[in-house]
């Protein structure tokens, strides 16, 4: 190329113009946010760890076949019993009552917020949701105990005072906040173009809303679903409070039951030695309980890829 040539291309401008100093500023970010990346994986990699290795020297105790079988719970006993089960079936019913308020609720009021509110609604209706996701888990218990189970009573008599049914129900108005904001963002993303093609066709606000927007955000509508199961299963104080904390074998939930994470508290509040049978079955139960949340995430995943799929 000529000199005459090589004067007549545009010059870079400064800003697009190489600098070092820029290049090594990046390249800062970019290991920053490796490093905050690599933070979460470890930090999982060692509870993971954790869990494992404290689960094979109890494992080495205690017949996995018993522990998976066994319809009785008492660890702490002289007559021990290594059921976990019992504490699984707790931790469902829970989880169960607590999704069939939290999911039907949180989604009505994502469909609201999105189609049906006005801005100054919306402004105020979303600071609300966010208050009352951040209210401490054991004043939602005490909650549960001194308001929801007395007048559980007052319809069902025969209720106990301890109950998986008040400790559920409270427990899925506190999560009605992740689904109710995650679900809502979801369908504000979908584009106006295929609103506007509903209403082309003459479908109503409602229609629109329930056959075209809740399928278009069906992906993050499984989310907070996913999210909310996550939360449902993992909650301690609620249930260590209202649910009763005695290890029944039960699906029903109008009874008294221990779920995991409240047995977990209440050996985690004793005195038991480290590294005998009793204080290692609080890791056999927190690994049982991450390989539940692992398989309703396996689960949630496995429906949005469907469902994504048929929309």
């Known amino acids: 190329m000529s000199a005459n040539n090589a004067s007549d291309l545009p010059k870079v401008s400064d800003r697009l113009a190489y600098n070092a100093m820029r290049n090594w500023k990046e390249r800062l970010i970019e290991a920053l946010l490796l490093g905050?990346?690599?933070?979460?994986?470890?930090?999982?990699?060692?509870?993971?760890?954790?869990?494992?290795?404290?689960?094979?020297?109890?494992?080495?105790?205690?017949?996995?076949?018993?522990?998976?079988?066994d319809t009785q719970w008492t660890p702490l006993f002289d007559d021990?019993?290594?059921?976990?089960?019992?504490?699984?079936?707790?931790?469902?019913?829970?989880?169960?009552?607590?999704?069939?308020?939290?999911?039907?609720?949180?989604?009505?009021?994502?469909?609201?917020?999105?189609?049906?509110?006005?801005?100054?609604?919306?402004?105020?209706?979303?600071?609300?949701?966010?208050?009352?996701g951040g209210i401490p888990t054991i004043v939602f218990g005490y909650f549960a105990l001194l308001v929801v189970t007395p007048i559980l009573q007052y319809i069902f008599p025969s209720l106990p005072g301890f109950s998986l049914l008040s400790a559920g129900l409270v427990m899925g108005i506190m999560?009605?906040?992740?689904?109710?904001?995650?679900?809502?963002?979801?369908?504000?993303?979908?584009?106006?173009?295929?609103?506007?093609?509903?209403?082309?066709?003459?479908?109503?606000?409602?229609?629109?809303?329930?056959?075209?927007?809740?399928?278009?955000?069906?992906?993050?509508?499984?989310?907070?679903?996913i999210l909310a199961i996550s939360r449902a299963v993992g909650e301690t104080m609620i249930l260590a409070v209202a649910a009763g904390m005695q290890p029944n074998l039960t699906w029903n939930p109008m009874e008294p039951a221990a779920t995991?994470?409240?047995?977990?508290?209440?050996?985690?509040?004793?005195?038991?030695?480290?590294?005998?049978?009793?204080?290692?079955?609080?890791?056999?139960?927190?690994?049982?309980?991450?390989?539940?949340?692992?398989?309703?995430n396996i689960l949630g995943q496995w429906l949005r890829a469907k469902y994504r799929e048929t929309y």
């Open 36 to 69: 905050a990346a690599a933070v979460s994986v470890m930090t999982t990699l060692g509870i993971v760890y954790v869990l494992v290795s404290e689960s094979i020297q109890f494992f080495s105790n205690v017949s996995i076949v018993d522990f998976l079988t």
């Open 80 to 132: 021990a019993h290594f059921g976990i089960m019992v504490l699984i079936s707790g931790t469902l019913v829970s989880s169960l009552v607590a999704l069939l308020v939290a999911i039907p609720m949180g989604t009505i009021i994502a469909i609201y917020l999105s189609e049906f509110a006005n801005a100054k609604v919306r402004e105020i209706a979303k600071p609300i949701l966010e208050l009352l």
């Open 175 to 225: 999560i009605v906040p992740y689904i109710a904001s995650l679900s809502e963002d979801a369908m504000r993303a979908v584009p106006m173009s295929m609103r506007e093609g509903a209403y082309a066709m003459g479908s109503t606000k409602l229609y629109t809303a329930i056959h075209v927007v809740v399928p278009a955000a069906v992906s993050g509508l499984a989310a907070s679903y």
């Open 260 to 296: 995991i994470t409240s047995y977990i508290v209440q050996v985690a509040l004793g005195d038991l030695p480290h590294g005998s049978i009793g204080y290692q079955t609080i890791f056999a139960a927190g690994l049982t309980l991450l390989l539940i949340t692992l398989i309703f």
